[in-house]
Every structure is written in C-alpha cells, then in structure tokens.
C-alpha cells in the first residue's frame, strides 16, 4: 500500500496535536510525517518527532500538508506550499470562500474534492457539526433557512481556553481575581454572546460563518442562516440548537429516521428517558449526536433540532484527515 | 400611608427569601410581615421574624400573600388562601392559564390587575424577561412569532441548583464522583438541554410556557413560540437568544430606540466595545438587559435579540411585589 508523506502546520497547537493522534488512530498510510510550527518550537520534541520550523524549504517533499494554523499562518506560506508542490489541507478560515479552494465535509460533498487545485479548506468547527446534523434531510428536501443559537465551548479558542475558564474558577474560588485574557470578559459562571468581530450587519465573523459556508458544503447557494454564537464554559464540544425550514415538510418520524441512517451522526432522541445530546457525552469521538427533533411551532415547514460534537475532533481534525483519505485515493 | 399585611408563602425558598429583600428595598408599606412554611420549618427564625406554618389559621388577616412555592403548595391552600380574604400573587404555575387569575409583567399588561378574583400569577422567568425584552416592538407591530434558545442559570431550580454546580466543580478538580440531585445530568462543564418534563409534542413543559404565557402577558392568543430551553452552567441571571417576527417590518435602529426607552428594560448593545448583555453582569439587580439587536437574515420582518435578566429578581420576587404594589392601589 502506497504511503504518503504528511505536514502538519501548526503542529504544537490543540488542533495540531488532535491531527497527530487521528492520523495514528485511523491508520493513515504516513511514511513521513513532520512537525511544522514556528521558529521558537522548532526542535522541540513531540512523542518520537522533532518540531522543524515552518518555512518553503520545509514542505519540501511533503504529499499534503495539513494546516492547523491560524489565518495570517496560513496566507503567509500558502505560495510557499503550492510551489512546493503538496497538497494543502487547511483549517483556517483564509480561503473557505475561494471559489477555486473546495470546501469539505467527507459525509456531505466528498465529489468536491475532485475539484481542489492544491488548496482544500475544512470548514468552520461550527459549521462542520451543524452541516453534518442537517444534511440528510437536505438530501430529501433542500434547507430554505435557519435560525441557531450556539453553546460553544471553550476549547474552540485553543489549548489556552480550557486553561483560562480552569484558572477562573480556581481563583473564584480562593477569593483571588483572574484577568480574562483569552476571551473578552470571565466565562467561568458565565455565557460571552460574542465570538470574533463585528463582519456583517451586527453578525460576528463566527456567526456569518454557518451562512457562506453551510452555502458551499451543502451546495445551497440561497441558503440563509441567522446565527448567535455564544461561549459557554463548558471544556470541549459544541452543541447548536437549530430551527430549520425545508422547502417541503419533513415530519419529525422521517427526520429521526434519516437523521438516524446519515453518515457521521447518531441519534440521541428520547426526551422520557433523559437522553439527548449533551457536550459532556459528545467528547472525545467523531460522531454529530442529534436530538431533542421537534416540529416547529412558528412554521409548519420547520423542524427544532439539537445537535453537539466535538469541535476539535469532527470540526477540526477529524474532518481535515478525512479529507486527506478523499484526497490520497486521487494522488 | 395604609400599610398592608404580608404573608409570604414558602418564605425560606430562595424566592421567598429574595421576596422579602425587595418588600424591603422597595420599601413596601407593610404592617404585618408573615413567614409561612412547612411544619418542619415553623418556629424557624429568619432575622427578626419567626417561620409559621402554611394553614387555614396562619392566613387569616393578611391583605396579600404573596407565593413563592411549588404547585402542589398553591394548589393545596388555594381554598383556604381565598376564603382568608387575602389576595394571592402566585409564583408557581398552577394557575397562569386560568382565565380568571391575571398574569402580569407589570411594565406590560399592569391593566389586568384590575380583573382579579383574589388570584394573580406571576409568569415564569424566562417568560418574565423575553416578553420584557421585547414588549416595546410588540406595541408597535405585533409579534407574530419567535424562535428562541435559552441559557438558564442553575438558580432557576432553587437554591440546591448552585450548591450541586459548586459540588461538582469541587469534586471533578479533586477526582471524586459526585452523583447528581438536582439536574438530570452533570451540570458543571455540560449543557442540559432539558428544563421540565415533556408536554407538548416533544416540547417540555417550560418550552411551552413562552408561548402560553406570553400570549396572555402580551395579548397575543395567536402568539406562536417555538422554544429550546437548556440549563447552562452559570449561577444566576438567564439568557435569552430570541429571534421574532413583527407583522411589520422594524428596523434595527428603530428597534434600539424604542428598547432603550421601554419600562424595566435597558439597552447594552455596542459590539465594538465587547458590550452586551451577560448573566454575570446583570445580576443582583431588576432590569432586563437587551443587545446584539440584528435584522434577521432569514425573514426581512425579523430581527435577532439576546437579553439576559435576574430570574430571582425580574423573573419572580420583584415582579410579584411589583404586582403588590398595583394591587394596593385598588385595596
């Protein structure tokens, strides 16, 4: 079996290191695989490899790269990776709307792939978690619009989230002050309804995101979506309450049915028994959990989902070494 | 001045002890004030007064008693509370959908006041600050509809809902087991998306109450509301990520300015500057804070809002004395 030499830029960061270890997990045919991150990690050892530093002569040799940076990481080298001649696979934000750069979730439009000139973008962690919910019943009836409100977690921030919402309740609980330095104000007790700047009419970046994305992934170019994003302090998993219109009705049974056969979901649906998904529960594995499926009372073309994943692993890292298994069976 | 004689009842519950806070705060004109509980509480003493036993005797010569226990408690003194003569302003939800028992925000609907037979509800909270938050569009155009995802705090449950969040959080960061009482699942570092038991086509019953509440509070019958109600991991004050439609088009701007002017509310709503309403930042206190105000991208009759308010204070105590206060001008 052909073995594949593998980057990773941004190697030392959470996502980083979640696509070092699903590499390994999923048994990615590796011949090589280096460590790419800046200058001051460079030569820092992780497990058996060695941090080389992120520069043209670097990716040099390397099949796909895997980017784990973020935006200003990404643009700076993206010349550099394409002269380089490797497939680059980025989970930044800088070029998901490229028309020229597809935009990939594996269980929803892996044909797309087919498409890329170097550049593949993952999307949104977000995005990749309430498309991968939603899309089975796309697939019956196309999605006209939704209204979300999300419950993310901390660690969408980095590794340096959990640390803070941790060192927060530590000092709340000795009495001491904690200066929030990764979010805006303190997320220990708290909810943040702000995630990335102002962009578009009062949305932030991170709320614009599910609309002109979720239009690529799902191929709905009038897809409209109205989204509050809002950080909660929970360490890992994102969970999404989604109010969706299909263009026709879609009850509830034919929903939990469909939901239920998709690819990359499981259904967690029975409210008597107390079950339904909850980032506690969602963590540390790659499926979309959906539940909590009800018609919508405004609209009767409208359905109430919840969803959760975890958004390092199926929103990041998951998703992008999916797409590198889509994009080995055409190398 | 006439001074009235004030029972409350389930005093030493963490409303009741929040009534009598603000009877006091507000400087309330009471003559008598009389603490009802269980038997098990009676002779209890909370600052100068004496815990009594809720029954038929205890409620003879009160003006007002004002209610601050479970359903099953209102229901079982309903009768005699009625022949006591006293007028009960009820917390609980065991008559809020009775024709004949008012429900009042008093910045809203304080008229009905006036059509009571000796019985008043106070709303739920979350229903409390969503229907304050929006009211001033609702007098403008009619809200058809709104979509909304909520955020409540663990207080919401009483006051053994922070105690087992605290717990918890103390138990996880010393590696012990801590089996939950209060919630359903782990609370600290989770979402709950479930708040009552299932009522309405998969809704449970506190989702049901926004829209069954709110088209009496709001004279709206045809009001129709689809709500998920989720339990977040934040002490006190409950968010609110509304989306609502109005019969006419209001604009953002007009919408700011028409909620900046509207009783009991107040508007903080400046992204730019990371403001926004947050439960940390709105406790402790009786406004309902309203922000992130954006035109709805799926319906041009649609506008986003996310407020937040104390559910103790706003969205219990402080609106039944509020309520108090407008019954005592017809006493």
Same mark, same amino acid.
């Given at each position: 079996?052909?073995?594949?030499?593998?980057?990773?830029?941004?190697? @030392?960061?959470?996502?980083?290191?979640?696509?070092?270890?699903?590499?390994?997990?999923?048994?990615?045919?590796?011949?090589?695989?280096?460590?790419?991150?800046?200058?001051?990690?460079?030569?820092?050892?992780?497990?058996?490899?060695?941090?080389?530093?992120?520069?043209?002569?670097?990716?040099?040799?390397?099949?796909?790269?895997?980017?784990?940076?973020?935006?200003?990481?990404?643009?700076?080298?993206? /010349?550099?990776?394409?002269?380089?001649?490797?497939?680059?696979?980025?989970?930044?934000?800088?070029?998901?709307?490229?028309? /020229?750069?597809?935009?990939?979730?594996?269980?929803?439009?892996?044909?797309?792939?087919?498409?890329?000139?170097?550049?593949?973008?993952?999307?949104?962690? @977000?995005?990749?978690?309430?498309?991968?919910?939603?899309?089975a019943?796309?697939s019956?009836?196309?999605?006209?619009?939704?209204?979300?409100?999300?419950?993310?977690?901390?660690?969408?921030?980095?590794?340096?989230?959990?640390?803070?919402?941790?060192?927060?309740? /530590?000092?709340?609980?000795?009495?001491?002050?904690?200066?929030?330095?990764?979010?805006?104000?303190?997320?220990?007790?708290?909810?943040?309804?702000?995630?990335?700047?102002?962009?578009?009419?009062?949305? @932030?970046?991170?709320?614009?995101?599910?609309?002109?994305?979720?239009?690529?992934?799902?191929?709905?170019?009038?897809?409209?979506?109205?989204?509050?994003?809002?950080?909660?302090?929970?360490?890992?998993?994102?969970?999404?309450?989604?109010?969706?219109?299909?263009?026709?009705?879609?009850?509830?049974?034919?929903?939990r049915e469909l939901i239920s056969a998709a690819a990359?979901c499981?259904l967690?649906?029975?409210?008597?028994?107390?079950?339904?998904?909850?980032?506690?529960? @969602?963590?540390?594995?790659?499926?979309?959990?959906?539940?909590?499926?009800?018609?919508?009372?405004?609209?009767?073309?409208?359905?109430?989902?919840?969803?959760?994943?975890?958004?390092?692993?199926?929103?990041?890292?998951?998703?992008?070494?999916?797409?590198?298994?889509?994009?080995?069976?055409?190398?």
């Amino acid at each position: 079996m052909k073995k594949f030499n593998i980057g990773i830029l941004g190697a @030392t960061g959470a996502v980083g290191q979640e696509m070092m270890k699903i590499l390994a997990e999923r048994d990615f045919p590796v011949n090589e695989l280096r460590l790419l991150a800046s200058k001051n990690s460079a030569g820092k050892r992780i497990g058996d490899y060695t941090v080389c530093e992120a520069c043209a002569e670097n990716f040099k040799g390397l099949d796909i790269i895997l980017g784990a940076a973020e935006n200003d990481i990404a643009e700076r080298f993206i /010349d550099d990776i394409k002269a380089s001649g490797a497939v680059f696979i980025d989970n930044s934000s800088a070029f998901r709307l490229d028309p /020229d750069v597809p935009l990939i979730v594996p269980e929803i439009n892996p044909e797309d792939v087919k498409k890329h000139k170097g550049v593949i973008s993952n999307p949104n962690c @977000t995005t990749v978690i309430s498309c991968t919910a939603v899309n089975a019943l796309n697939s019956v009836s196309p999605i006209e619009s939704m209204v979300v409100s999300s419950y993310q977690a901390v660690s969408g921030a980095g590794a340096n989230g959990p640390k803070e919402l941790f060192n927060e309740v /530590d000092a709340l609980a000795k009495g001491e002050e904690y200066a929030p330095r990764v979010f805006q104000h303190q997320i220990a007790y708290n909810v943040i309804p702000q995630i990335g700047g102002e962009q578009f009419m009062g949305y @932030t970046s991170e709320e614009m995101k599910l609309q002109n994305e979720g239009r690529r992934i799902m191929h709905l170019p009038e897809l409209k979506v109205s989204c509050t994003c809002v950080r909660v302090p929970v360490v890992r998993s994102h969970s999404v309450s989604i109010c969706l219109k299909t263009r026709e009705k879609i009850s509830v049974e034919k929903a939990r049915e469909l939901i239920s056969a998709a690819a990359g979901c499981k259904l967690v649906d029975d409210l008597d028994n107390q079950l339904y998904p909850m980032p506690l529960a @969602t963590s540390n594995q790659d499926l979309v959990f959906v539940g909590r499926i009800r018609e919508d009372l405004t609209d009767e073309r409208g359905l109430n989902i919840w969803c959760c994943g975890d958004q390092v692993r199926k929103g990041a890292a998951t998703n992008a070494v999916q797409i590198a298994e889509l994009v080995i069976k055409e190398l």
